[in-house]
């Protein structure tokens, strides 16, 4: 038989309801397969009809799902959605910053780092131009992928079957005239964005404004995240672009480097 340790009494100036929740949420990310709440409660030294409530609590918020076939508990999105949180901040905004101050120099335009999450670009870090007009989306702003330099430079390096599926999910939503609206078109895109090594967004989320962007690898080889250039599209005119679109690759590969990463080995 399985032995279970009790949580260890409340830490004294803490609130109790807190941190009891917060030791079931422990208790079950080492248990991959679930747990019944019998288990849970007796592992955490709680009263099983505190452990129900914590748990039902817990799982209202999303922070815990029940499996009602097998009456199992286990972690829920919203803890892997903060947990991540973490993880992002302390492995791609710090080695970022550095790099996106010079790229913000060298182009004289807001510098970007984003990720996809929950099917959207989520904006991490920020270096703000210091023209008068500026793009700004601040950090923890969220935009549809199809809409962002940074979302579509993601999505260019995955698939053609899961950009399909993807789109077969969220739609596009589109932001603006220049938006996406249809597969054919988003995936004529993505083909470019393969071929030049970098990926525009053309007045896609706000009208006025232009991104230029590129993914940065995971050692898995695999999209960690994306940086981009930002600004109004006067200052980012058609002959400028392919020279800005160098100037963010090379920092993404600088960033790429820094992380650990690399980009998939062609077979």
Same mark, same amino acid.
């Given at each position: 038989?399985?032995?279970?340790?009790?949580?260890?009494?409340?830490?004294?100036?803490?609130?109790?309801?807190?941190?009891?929740?917060?030791?079931? +949420?422990?208790?079950?990310?080492?248990?991959?397969?679930?747990?019944?709440?019998?288990?849970?409660?007796?592992?955490?030294?709680?009263?099983?009809?505190?452990?129900?409530?914590?748990?039902?609590?817990?799982?209202?918020?999303?922070?815990?799902?029940?499996?009602?076939?097998?009456?199992?508990?286990?972690?829920?999105?919203?803890?892997?959605?903060?947990?991540?949180?973490?993880?992002?901040?302390?492995?791609?905004?710090?080695?970022?910053?550095?790099?996106?101050?010079?790229?913000?120099?060298?182009?004289?335009?807001?510098?970007? +780092?984003?990720?996809?999450?929950?099917?959207?670009?989520?904006?991490?870090?920020?270096?703000?131009?210091?023209?008068?007009?500026?793009?700004?989306?601040?950090?923890?702003?969220?935009?549809?992928?199809?809409?962002?330099?940074?979302?579509? !430079?993601?999505?260019?390096?995955?698939?053609?079957?899961?950009?399909?599926?993807?789109?077969?999910?969220?739609?596009?939503?589109?932001?603006?005239?220049?938006?996406?609206?249809?597969?054919?078109?988003?995936?004529?895109?993505?083909?470019?964005?393969?071929?030049?090594?970098?990926?525009?967004?053309?007045?896609?989320?706000?009208?006025?404004?232009?991104?230029?962007? !590129?993914?940065?690898?995971? !050692?898995?080889?695999?999209? !960690?995240?994306?940086?981009?250039?930002?600004?109004?599209?006067?200052?980012?005119?058609?002959?400028?672009?392919?020279?800005?679109?160098?100037?963010?690759?090379?920092?993404?590969?600088? +960033?790429?480097?820094?992380?650990?990463?690399?980009?998939?080995?062609?077979?």
């Amino acid at each position: 038989m399985e032995r279970y340790t009790a949580m260890a009494d409340p830490k004294p100036d803490g609130v109790q309801s807190v941190q009891r929740a917060l030791g079931l +949420l422990r208790l079950l990310s080492q248990h991959d397969e679930g747990m019944r709440v019998s288990d849970i409660a007796r592992a955490a030294g709680l009263p099983l009809s505190t452990t129900h409530r914590l748990l039902t609590t817990l799982e209202i918020e999303d922070f815990v799902q029940f499996e009602p076939e097998r009456a199992l508990w286990h972690v829920g999105r919203e803890a892997f959605s903060v947990g991540a949180a973490f993880g992002r901040r302390h492995n791609f905004v710090a080695p970022a910053l550095p790099l996106l101050r010079r790229l913000r120099d060298a182009t004289r335009e807001t510098a970007n +780092l984003g990720l996809l999450d929950r099917d959207e670009l989520i904006t991490l870090g920020q270096v703000g131009s210091r023209e008068i007009m500026r793009a700004i989306s601040a950090p923890g702003g969220r935009v549809p992928a199809f809409c962002s330099g940074m979302g579509k !430079a993601i999505l260019a390096t995955w698939r053609d079957a899961d950009i399909a599926a993807f789109v077969a999910r969220t739609g596009f939503r589109p932001l603006t005239g220049r938006s996406h609206r249809d597969l054919e078109t988003a995936m004529a895109d993505i083909t470019n964005i393969r071929a030049r090594g970098y990926a525009l967004d053309d007045e896609e989320h706000v009208a006025g404004l232009r991104c230029v962007a !590129a993914v940065v690898w995971s !050692a898995e080889g695999e999209a !960690a995240c994306a940086i981009s250039i930002s600004g109004v599209a006067t200052r980012l005119p058609d002959d400028k672009i392919e020279a800005v679109g160098r100037t963010v690759r090379r920092a993404a590969d600088e +960033l790429t480097m820094r992380l650990g990463g690399a980009p998939p080995q062609e077979t």
